[in-house]
């Protein structure tokens, strides 16, 4: 069975701290890795990541993904409250399927 | 992107009701899919609209309890019927194009149920 475990759960920080957020998937024909940003109901997009190695970055947000250990990145560099928000991680097993959702990290950041 | 609209964006119902949400998008998308979300926990897959048949229901979803519609490729209607107090939740509709990858999604329906 597909899935994709994230981790931590839930995270504390500071105003101006730098964080990583963990993803970690086993998905059949996997094609793609995929960040959302889910602050009140709707999760917005964030990156997509196909290739290995190679970062992607938007502003204080960056991610990478690792074909070889199956697992992605977020990173988060001087933290701002506005960044409170459930992070979700999903995979793209290839084809019409639906993506594979982790549990999401709740990142809290307090000024 | 495409953009969604979803409504309603909030109601509160009467148990033993139904509610009908819909999900239209600004252009044509070849995969539309219908997710909740209960509270503190991530997004759960109800199913996938099928645009001209019945659509394809997870593990533990049935037709009965959360029809679903997909008369065209802009288009589609999830009910929840007969609700309880366990069917508060978010509900989230999500689009993908033909060759994407990348998903997008309403703006969300939060049910209370009381």
């Known amino acids: 069975e597909d899935k994709v475990v994230q981790s931590p759960l839930s995270l504390v920080v500071h105003e101006g701290d730098t964080v990583t957020l963990n993803c970690s998937y086993e998905v059949t024909n996997f094609r793609s890795l995929l960040w959302y940003k889910q602050e009140k109901k709707a999760p917005t997009f964030l990156f997509m990541l196909t290739s290995s190695g190679i970062e992607k970055k938007s502003g204080r947000l960056s991610s990478i993904l690792d074909k070889k250990e199956l697992s992605s990145i977020l990173n988060i560099t001087a933290t701002q409250t506005g960044d409170s928000a459930i992070y979700l991680c999903?995979?793209?097993?290839?084809?019409?399927?639906?993506?594979?959702f982790g549990k999401g990290t709740r990142l809290s950041v307090i000024a | 992107s495409a953009v969604i609209s979803q409504k309603p964006s909030r109601d509160i119902c009467q148990r033993g009701t139904s509610l009908t949400i819909q999900c239209q998008v600004d252009?044509?998308?070849?995969?539309m899919f219908w997710y909740r979300q209960q509270p503190g926990q991530s997004l759960t897959l109800i199913a996938t609209a099928n645009q001209g048949s019945e659509a394809t229901y997870e593990s533990g979803f049935v037709i009965d309890k959360f029809p679903i519609s997909r008369p065209n490729l802009t288009f589609s209607t999830l009910t929840v019927s007969n609700m309880s107090p366990e069917d508060s939740s978010i509900y989230l509709c999500s689009v993908r194009g033909q060759g994407a990858t990348e998903a997008f999604f309403g703006q969300g329906t939060r049910l209370t149920v009381v």
């Open positions: 252009s044509q998308v070849t995969m």
């Open positions: 999903a995979a793209h097993p290839g084809g019409n399927t639906p993506l594979v």
